[in-house]
């Protein structure tokens, strides 16, 4: 190991050994620096997607893992609520509909019915950006819009336009003569509109109060669903273990994470990708040190002779090379690993590197970044696994008589 450091700071008779090292701890510090700013900025956009989810996701959901329909959410709301650490239960159902403004505009929303007093499970009414949220016996005949049905439909909250949903009839016998009969309707007001900037909530849905939403869907007394709000200084995921084991395995108790696993999983998927493209760039990087291995060995043909004359293995000359690969991507990973760091915390913290597009049309203006020790660690275990390899191959080209 002191004879790999020797060569490797010690001058060389040929300059050119000198620069191309030096640019092999480049290449390495560059590929490593860049994996740290990646990975912490995947982490930025993750930590943000989840804290725009907590704008109305309920801290626990409750659904049937098999089924639409929970078919008495009465008894599943009192059994819920009686699980320690539970501080509000709300029942709510989700179905399709045809939305109408007026008579006018049609457009398929999806209609979610939800129980009085669901801002105790939900801050949706701080989402609302005109208007009201519907959450009294008095708006029972009103509708709460988001933003892109609000714009698709033409709808504003006014006592003057009507706002008419219409769904096929669940119960009963199709008359053919008068097919209309197949379809019931009913006739709301618009109470407010809100707006998440979640594409999946600002995009063709529609809040009612259950009542109404169960009278439309001949839904007496089952439910899609039960939202819950856990007590404060909670855990949720353990309240919702506890909800799972009381209500059995037919019901699923998801916490926030894992009511949208799926957008959590495409950007844990997008964010190994990039690295694994970073992890090619890095193996690029590793031919510049097979290079300056080779030059190296070149160069100290007379002092491996001499070191051989005086005992040395061929092992241990091999040894030598190995360390050498090993420095210098260690020493290049450090210097990378180190100003990534201090790039991506200069990032988190001050906001270098701004978004393009108009400011006050975005929800962020600079890109979310956070550094993670288990990033880090990943991308140190790559550039050792890289220096090893580079250094092994090396090695076995060591020819001394």
Not at 107 to 120: A, D, F, N, Q, T
Not at 124 to 144: F, K, N, P, Q, Y
Not at 238 to 265: C, H, K, M, P, T
Not at 300 to 321: C, D, H, N, V, Y
Request: some cysteine; charged content about 15%; aromatic content about 8%.
């Amino acid at each position: 190991m002191r004879i790999a450091l020797r060569y490797l700071f010690a001058p060389k008779s040929h300059t050119a050994v000198n620069v191309i090292t030096m640019i092999s701890m480049a290449g390495v510090a560059v590929a490593a620096m860049a994996m740290v700013c990646v990975l912490s900025v995947f982490n930025g956009f993750r930590d943000l997607a989840g804290e725009r989810l907590s704008a109305v996701d309920p801290d626990i959901r409750v659904t049937l893992r098999s089924g639409a329909m929970i078919a008495d959410g009465d008894s599943v709301a009192r059994i819920v609520a009686r699980v320690p650490g539970v501080a509000a239960v709300r029942q709510f159902i989700e179905q399709r509909a045809l939305a109408s403004n007026n008579g006018q505009t049609q457009l398929p929303v999806k209609v979610r019915g939800i129980e009085s007093g669901y801002g105790e499970v939900s801050t949706l009414a701080e989402t609302v950006i005109d208007g009201v949220m519907i959450d009294s016996d008095s708006l029972r005949s009103c509708a709460l819009l988001s933003v892109g049905t609000a714009l698709s439909t033409g709808a504003r909250p006014s006592y003057d336009e009507t706002f008419c949903l219409t769904v096929p009839r669940r119960l009963g016998h199709i008359n053919p003569a008068f097919p209309i009969a197949a379809f019931q309707s009913d006739t709301l007001m618009v109470s407010g509109v809100y707006q998440t900037n979640q594409s999946e909530y600002d995009e063709g849905l529609v809040y009612v109060p259950l009542a109404t939403a169960r009278h439309l869907f001949d839904y007496p007394a089952e439910a899609s669903g039960i939202d819950i709000a856990v007590e404060e200084g909670e855990d949720p995921s353990r309240v919702a273990e506890a909800i799972g084991n009381r209500l059995g395995e037919s019901y699923l108790a998801a916490d926030r994470l894992r009511q949208q696993q799926e957008s959590f999983r495409m950007i844990q998927i997008e964010k190994w990708i990039t690295f694994l493209m970073l992890f090619f760039v890095l193996v690029m990087a590793s031919f510049n040190i097979l290079s300056t291995m080779s030059m190296l060995i070149i160069e100290k043909q007379e002092s491996l002779s001499i070191l051989r004359a005086m005992g040395a293995t061929s092992a241990t000359l091999r040894s030598i090379f190995l360390w050498e690969g090993m420095f210098v991507a260690l020493i290049g990973g450090a210097v990378g690993m180190t100003t990534g760091l201090v790039l991506s915390l200069l990032q988190q913290h001050y906001g270098l590197i701004s978004l393009s597009g108009d400011p006050s049309q975005l929800s962020i203006t600079y890109y979310p970044c956070r550094p993670a020790a288990v990033d880090l660690l990943i991308t140190g275990v790559a550039v050792v696994v890289i220096g090893f390899l580079s250094g092994f191959y090396a090695s076995r080209s060591v020819r001394v008589r």
